[in-house]
């Protein structure tokens, strides 16, 4: 395993409250990311990050914030949740062979109610 | 931005049958990946393809890349219930920054 662990694995929050979901990483590597996956939409890129405090916006970036303050940290914020974000959420990391492949976390399951 | 699109989006196999994927973009793709994701799991990388028609085996799969580098496909020879997941496909962007993925396609073999 290339050790990605995400936390909390499993949330049930209400709508409008703020949640944070963390992916630490021990492999130092520079690339991290964050996915959402529904059923009938596979793997949906939500934010990045490519080193300390420099991130960007994916695919479906509304409604979520990032902040990468170490290497191994990268932290994904829903300012006020809305039951369309009850997904599953991966974190993955680039690795640093040629092929540039991700390991993806064990994911957080977020239910909003 | 860059979309993958990948057909279908199910199939069901009787356990011993062949199974193919595709991936299919609008855009010439720098190179392309496949991951494997069983039920309850997380996406497993699988393989990277990079040239022109290149063609890559990984015991009874097969996968590979269109000589546009505008699609790609995995072939499973005689299917198991252990290939039993969603597979899917993935291409990178802008260097490793942003790799956006197919939709996937679930894989469900009848013993």
């Known amino acids: 395993d290339a050790g990605i662990t995400q936390s909390p694995r499993h949330k049930v929050t209400e709508t409008g409250t703020p949640v944070t979901l963390r992916c630490h990483q021990t492999?130092?590597?520079?690339?991290m990311y964050w996915y959402r996956q529904d059923p009938g939409h596979g793997l949906r890129l939500i934010h990045y990050s490519y080193g300390v405090k420099d991130t960007d916006k994916g695919e479906v970036s509304d409604g979520y914030s990032v902040s990468r303050s170490k290497t191994e940290d990268f932290l994904l914020t829903l300012e006020s949740a809305t039951s369309s974000q009850t997904s599953v959420y991966f974190c993955?990391?680039?690795?640093?062979?040629?092929?540039?492949?991700?390991?993806f976390g064990e994911g957080s399951r977020l239910t909003v109610l | 931005g860059q979309q993958v699109m990948q057909i279908p989006q199910y199939q069901h196999v009787q356990e011993g049958e062949d199974f193919t994927t595709y991936c299919n973009s609008s855009?010439?793709?720098?190179?392309i990946q496949w991951y494997k994701q069983r039920p309850g799991g997380h996406p497993v990388f699988l393989i990277q393809?990079?040239?022109?028609?290149e063609v890559k085996k990984q015991k009874r799969l097969t996968f590979q890349f269109g000589e546009a580098k505008k699609n790609s496909s995995l072939h499973i020879t005689a299917t198991q219930t252990t290939d039993v997941g969603t597979y899917f496909c993935?291409?990178?962007?802008?260097?490793?920054?942003?790799?956006?993925f197919g939709t996937g396609t679930k894989l469900q073999v009848i013993p």
């Open positions: 492999e130092n590597h520079r690339y």
């Open positions: 393809l990079v040239k022109s028609g």
């Open positions: 993955a990391i680039a690795g640093t062979g040629h092929t540039g492949e991700l390991f």
């Open positions: 855009t010439t793709l720098s190179n």
């Open positions: 993935a291409s990178p962007s802008g260097g490793y920054q942003k790799v956006t």
